[in-house]
Every structure is written in C-alpha cells, then in structure tokens.
Nanobody, 117 residues
Framework: QVHVVESGGGSVQPGGSLTLSCAASGLTDHRSPMGWHRQAPGEERELVASITSSDSTFYIDRVKGRFTISRQEDKNTIRLQMNNLKPPATAVYYC???????????WGQGTQVTVSS
C-alpha cells in the first residue's frame, strides 16, 4: 500500500517563502514520478510542478522562476521550494506519486498554504 505524506505548509506574507516536503512509501520503484498539485477554494485541482524518474522537471508558467521542485537523495522524497509567494498561490497543496508498474496515482491529504498580508 502506498502512503504519501506532505508537510511544510503555513501562512506567509506576500513575497515570502515556504518549503513543502513529501515522502512516499510503498511504491514499486525508489525513483517514481511525483508532483505537486494545488486546489484553491472554488477551483479545480491543478498541477503546479512535477519531476520524472530521471529528475526532469516541469512547471506551470505562473510559478516558473519562483518555485523549484527537487528530489531528495535517491528515493521518493521531494520538496517544493516556493519563493516570492503571491496571494493567488493560496491553496491546499497535494503531493502525487505515480507507480508506473500499475499506472496508479496516490495522493497525500494536502497541506494548506496561505499567502496574505
């Protein structure tokens, strides 16, 4: 059974920084594709950033240059460094881990990020 656990959310003023962490266990591979998604109130969940098994990264345009996704060591642990945060970034952030052997996504319970003055 796959378990995905996020940590690191919180409240910050505009222009501030936060780092989110995610650890996934129970996956077939120790370097699985993973990503960060977010859902703001009244909005659909959207992909923010992702990292492949070979550590190639993808970002949506709105966060390019400000957010950085990275894999920690050689395992299914990732971080999302978020700099120069803006109020529209306020959302619940979810970590997603993909098991390519069974083509299944597993999700964490989410962590709240609030950007407000």
């Amino acid at each position: 059974q796959v378990h995905v656990v996020e940590s690191g959310g919180g409240s910050v003023q505009p222009g501030g920084s936060l780092t989110l962490s995610c650890a996934a266990s129970g996956l077939t591979d120790h370097r699985s594709p993973m990503g960060w998604h977010r859902q703001a109130p009244g909005e659909e969940r959207e992909l923010v950033a992702s990292i492949t098994s070979s550590d190639s990264t993808f970002y949506i345009d709105r966060v390019k240059g400000r957010f950085t996704i990275s894999r920690q060591e050689d395992k299914n642990t990732i971080r999302l460094q978020m700099n120069n945060l803006k109020p529209p970034a306020t959302a619940v952030y979810y970590c997603r881990a993909t098991d390519l052997h069974v083509m299944s996504d597993s999700w964490g319970q989410g962590t709240q990020v609030t950007v407000s003055s």
